[in-house]
């Protein structure tokens, strides 16, 4: 696995999508390379609850819920990541009782979340999906 990509690299300890109502519960996601986060859900996952993990060590976030809906991130340990600590770019997303330690101190985000103009794919969408709008 190559994980020294670029800016829009899709490596991750564990990398989901068009995921509904799943639970990620008492795992470690540990030690990736270059960019790559710990655990990673893009596009279209609904109703996720990620509880009781640890992401540690990682070359980019620690926990990345992206262009998704309607989650549950909770009691969660997450340190020594080289970027956001828990990313956001959902709606809906409750986010509560983890512990985020990064030792870049200031220089790298614990929590963020943001919106942008990307919106999810349509059901029927073929893939790749290219939003072209």
Do not use: H, P, Q, W
């Given at each position: 696995l190559d994980t020294?990509?670029?800016?829009?690299?899709?490596?991750?300890?564990?990398?989901?999508?068009?995921?509904?109502?799943?639970?990620?519960?008492?795992?470690?996601f540990e030690n990736t390379n270059a960019r790559a986060g710990g655990l990673w859900c893009d596009i279209d996952c609904s109703s996720a609850v990620m509880v009781n993990n640890i992401s540690r060590n990682n070359g980019g976030h620690g926990?990345?819920?992206?262009?998704?809906?309607?989650?549950?991130?909770?009691?969660?340990?997450?340190?020594?990541?080289?970027?956001?600590?828990?990313?956001?770019?959902?709606?809906?997303?409750?986010?509560?009782n983890n512990t985020i330690i990064n030792p870049d101190?200031?220089?790298?985000?614990?929590?963020?979340?943001?919106?942008?103009?990307?919106p999810a794919p349509d059901k029927g969408a073929t893939w790749p999906y290219s939003n072209t709008e």
């Open positions: 020294a990509c670029g800016a829009s690299c899709g490596a991750a300890a564990v990398k989901l999508n068009n995921m509904t109502g799943y639970t990620v519960k008492n795992s470690i926990i990345f819920y992206e262009i998704s809906s309607k989650g549950i991130i909770a009691n969660n340990l997450i340190y020594n990541n080289r970027s956001i600590g828990i990313n956001v770019y959902s709606s809906e997303v409750k986010v509560y101190g200031n220089s790298v985000e614990a929590f963020k979340v943001a919106d942008d103009d990307r």
